[in-house]
Nanobody, 127 residues
Framework: QVQLVESGGGLVQAGGSLRLGCVASGRTFSSFVMGWFRQAPGKEREFVAAISWNGGSTVYADSVKGRFTISRDNAKNTGNLQMNSLKPEDTAVYYC????????????????????WGQGTQVTASS
């Protein structure tokens, strides 16, 4: 079992920045891929970014590429999502997620690859 707890959400003006954190417990942090997803009201949960178990590989949704940066610190059991140049359309509940294994493949952007989820943190970018 892995428990994930997000932090760092809030209200920010468009163009501003936020840094989300995710603390993991229950399993060796380096044993899984970590991802970030988001869900806006009335919409399906969508992929934002993912990072491999050792931080050597990352992938981003086109909508956030160049603005968001995912990172992890296995020694501290933490992951982060740095969000810059926020837009109103980035408003959503953001979820930290973890896979069962270290496997990194073309399906890593799919929600079905992740079996552990945090409770979510609200991010609101006002225009």
């Amino acid at each position: 079992q892995v428990q994930l707890v997000e932090s760092g959400g809030g209200l920010v003006q468009a163009g501003g920045s936020l840094r989300l954190g995710c603390v993991a417990s229950g399993r060796t942090f380096s044993s899984f891929v970590m991802g970030w997803f988001r869900q806006a009201p009335g919409k399906e949960r969508e992929f934002v970014a993912a990072i491999s178990w050792n931080g050597g590989s990352t992938v981003y949704a086109d909508s956030v590429k160049g603005r968001f940066t995912i990172s992890r610190d296995n020694a501290k059991n933490t992951g982060n999502l740095q969000m810059n140049s926020l837009k109103p359309e980035d408003t959503a509940v953001y979820y930290c997620a973890a896979t069962r294994t270290r496997s990194w493949n073309t399906e890593i952007t799919a929600t079905s690859q992740y079996i552990y989820w945090g409770q979510g943190t609200q991010v609101t970018a006002s225009s």
